[in-house]
């Protein structure tokens, strides 16, 4: 084995530097929560945005002690350093991956006797090559492994307290491999019967080409009389000025449910739905009870009759065989198609796209993500 290159001055990274600064975090967790360099466990479990993932760490103090700081530096240099030409930045799966590899590297040095990477050699390298030819292992994770030992001259510029002498890449047998790669097999797990996904997938799409029209422009009038709630709950006691008004804004709410020839809204007793009247004239359902409010309903009602529930003005203008899809639109109901029109979205997206549903989960965070960038 040769000596150890010349002693460099080392420069030091700083214990309380961020690991994961720079990389978008998931919902809910801030940069102060992460891991800092300094740390010997760095929990790379906030920059995972796919749910089927377990969590990862790096546990540094598995390592042999003499390459966990640079081992320490490598990882750094990956998750938020300046990249050398021709690499690509490695998602936290990855990351998790390659230390594994690099950790199975550096117990072979240690049992081989080498104390630092500077003191590895060209015949430490060639014995490890053959060594990982006489394992069982895969030819890709033979490749892992050699990768993984190679970081270490890669990204040597941002390592400061020790660093390869030499290439592997550059030893004529280092690619050289004694079996051919195993035929790539097809994801074997079974697929959804036609005789399932068919249906699904033709409500589904129904719902999302004829239906969803209807269902939002009825979701616009139930969130503004939902939102009305907030409105109602601020609104202060009326004073004796305002009763001509609000008395006007009920007679224009009743003769709006006399022109549609509506009945009024009822509640589950089958009595006058005042809440959601009050709702309508974005005021507090006790104007409703009061003695001139009650007299107006009481005529609309005599006049119109009551309904089955509380409709939106709202109406389906979709027909099928002639007749509306829906009779109406119920604003309790209006929660439940929303999310059955969310789910024939789902459905429809998932079947063409073939993604898992964390990956589209993922794929909306970063999307998201770098629209607020660019119109921020």
Same mark, same amino acid.
């Given at each position: 084995?040769?000596?150890?290159?010349?002693?460099?001055?080392?420069?030091?990274?700083?214990?309380?530097?961020?690991?994961?600064?720079?990389?978008?975090?998931?919902?809910?967790?801030?940069?102060?929560?992460?891991?800092?360099?300094?740390?010997?466990?760095?929990?790379?479990?906030?920059?995972?945005?796919?749910?089927?993932?377990?969590?990862?760490?790096?546990?540094? !103090?598995? +390592?042999?002690?003499?390459? &966990?700081? *640079? $081992?320490?530096?490598?990882?750094?240099? =990956?998750?938020?350093? /300046?990249?050398?030409?021709?690499?690509?930045?490695?998602?936290?799966?990855?990351?998790?991956?390659?230390?594994?590899?690099?950790?199975?590297?550096?117990?072979?040095?240690?049992?081989?006797?080498?104390?630092?990477?500077?003191?590895?050699?060209?015949?430490?390298?060639?014995?490890?090559?053959?060594?990982?030819?006489?394992?069982?292992?895969?030819?890709?994770?033979?490749?892992?492994?050699?990768?993984?030992?190679?970081?270490?001259?890669?990204?040597?510029?941002?390592?400061?307290?020790?660093?390869?002498?030499?290439?592997?890449?550059?030893?004529?047998?280092?690619?050289?491999?004694?079996?051919?790669?195993?035929?790539?097999?097809?994801?074997?797990?079974?697929?959804?019967?036609?005789?399932?996904?068919? !249906?699904? +997938?033709?409500?589904?799409? &129904?719902? *999302? $080409?004829?239906?969803?029209?209807?269902? =939002?422009?009825?979701? /616009?009038?139930?969130?503004?009389?939902?939102?009305?709630?907030?409105?109602?709950?601020?609104?202060?006691?009326?004073?004796?000025?305002?009763?001509?008004?609000?008395?006007?804004?009920?007679?224009?709410?009743?003769?709006?449910?006399?022109?549609?020839?509506?009945?009024?809204?009822?509640?589950?007793?089958?009595?006058?739905?005042?809440?959601?009247?009050?709702?309508?004239?974005?005021?507090?359902?006790?104007?409703?009870?009061?003695?001139?409010?009650?007299?107006?309903?009481?005529?609309?009602?005599?006049?119109?009759?009551?309904?089955?529930?509380?409709?939106?003005?709202?109406?389906?203008?979709?027909?099928?065989?002639?007749?509306?899809?829906?009779?109406?639109?119920?604003?309790?109901?209006?929660?439940?198609?929303?999310?059955?029109?969310?789910?024939?979205?789902?459905?429809?997206?998932?079947?063409?796209?073939?993604?898992?549903?964390?990956?589209?989960?993922?794929?909306?965070?970063?999307?998201?993500?770098?629209?607020?960038?660019?119109?921020?």
């Amino acid at each position: 084995m040769t000596q150890p290159h010349a002693t460099q001055t080392p420069v030091f990274i700083a214990p309380d530097a961020f690991v994961l600064q720079g990389h978008e975090l998931r919902e809910g967790i801030g940069l102060a929560a992460t891991s800092r360099f300094g740390d010997d466990v760095w929990d790379l479990d906030p920059i995972n945005h796919q749910d089927q993932l377990v969590r990862n760490i790096l546990n540094f !103090p598995t +390592l042999p002690e003499q390459f &966990r700081v *640079v $081992t320490k530096e490598l990882f750094y240099a =990956l998750l938020v350093g /300046e990249l050398p030409p021709g690499e690509v930045r490695l998602k936290q799966s990855s990351i998790r991956s390659a230390f594994t590899h690099v950790k199975k590297s550096m117990d072979w040095a240690h049992e081989r006797g080498c104390r630092t990477l500077a003191s590895i050699t060209q015949e430490d390298l060639l014995e490890y090559h053959q060594w990982l030819l006489n394992t069982d292992l895969a030819p890709s994770q033979r490749g892992m492994r050699r990768r993984a030992l190679r970081l270490f001259w890669v990204f040597r510029d941002s390592l400061h307290t020790d660093r390869l002498t030499l290439d592997p890449q550059r030893l004529q047998s280092w690619q050289v491999d004694n079996t051919q790669p195993p035929r790539r097999i097809e994801n074997a797990t079974d697929r959804i019967p036609e005789e399932v996904i068919s !249906p699904l +997938l033709v409500w589904a799409l &129904r719902w *999302v $080409t004829n239906f969803s029209e209807d269902i =939002l422009a009825a979701r /616009e009038e139930w969130w503004a009389l939902y939102a009305a709630r907030h409105a109602m709950e601020q609104r202060k006691p009326f004073a004796g000025g305002q009763v001509s008004a609000r008395l006007a804004a009920l007679q224009q709410v009743l003769d709006d449910y006399r022109t549609a020839r509506r009945p009024l809204p009822t509640n589950g007793d089958g009595q006058v739905n005042a809440n959601f009247l009050a709702r309508q004239l974005r005021t507090e359902p006790s104007f409703i009870s009061r003695p001139q409010g009650r007299a107006m309903v009481a005529t609309a009602v005599a006049e119109l009759g009551l309904a089955d529930g509380s409709y939106l003005f709202t109406q389906a203008q979709v027909r099928l065989d002639g007749a509306p899809w829906l009779p109406g639109f119920d604003y309790h109901r209006m929660p439940q198609l929303s999310r059955m029109l969310q789910t024939a979205c789902y459905v429809v997206i998932a079947y063409l796209s073939g993604m898992r549903d964390s990956e589209k989960r993922a794929e909306l965070r970063l999307m998201q993500h770098s629209a607020a960038a660019t119109t921020g």
